[in-house]
């Protein structure tokens, strides 16, 4: 009989995050879900009683994500799997002053949010020689695209820490897994104003997560599909790929929520 799986999810409110949760709920793991909004979280909480702790908090604060992670070992014990996931997006331009603190709120939560998850969990896991730190990435740090200054600059952010990260612990026994969603069907997507190829659900996208972790992938894009289109991005020269997405439609600026 497989032990219970201790599993500690950011962003676990919606979208991807949320879709992990029930992932991992329903094979009866014990989680800790953070997110800024308590409500959903106390909805799923409802849903698989005694399973879930919830953690009310943002996570460019490192002494709430620090406390978090506390209550969670004293509670359950260290996690298995500490996912990172929290994440916003928005389209920005560097041109306007006002983008200005929308770059450094997309920065703050998507690169350093990251770093505070693991931060508090990597001392005991390494004491305990196991576990997995999960980073979500995304295709959009590969290249730049336009108009998404701070969203690729964030994932770019992400993807080279996290290799970082792994080399850092090369041999500890705990493993630093870097998944790069393409077009997944989420509410930050939704304000997409252009088609979203091999878009798929959360709840698709969630079990194929799931895969990639218990198989210690230290990098996977998924869908794959999208892991062919990332491939063939880096291979093409600037002036080709300048050209290619100088006419591409961008995500809306607007103002992010408080």
Known sequence: MQPVRKVFITGASSGIGQALAEHYATQGALLGLSARRAEPLQKLAARWPGQVSCYAL?????????????????????????????????????????????????????????AATFSPFIGAMRL???????GIASVAGIRGLPGSEAYSASKAAVISYLESLRVELRGSGVKVIT?????????????????????????????????AIERNRSYAVIPWQMGIVARLLRLLPNAVYDRLLAAAPRK???ELPR
Do not use: Q
């Open 58 to 114: 943002d996570v460019t604060d490192a002494a709430a994500l620090r406390a978090a992670s506390e209550d969670f070992i004293s509670r359950f014990g260290v996690p298995d799997i500490v996912i990172a996931n929290a994440g916003i997006s928005v389209g920005t331009l560097t041109e306007h002053a006002e983008d200005l603190d929308a770059i450094r709120r997309v920065m703050d939560t998507n690169f350093f949010g990251m």
């Open 128 to 134: 305990g020689g196991r576990g997995r730190l999960v």
């Open 179 to 211: 998944i790069c969603p393409g077009y997944i069907r989420t509410p930050m997507t939704a304000v997409n104003p252009f088609p979203m190829p091999f878009l798929i659900s959360a709840d698709e996208a969630a079990p194929r997560f799931a895969r």
């Open 252 to 254: 809306p600026r607007r």
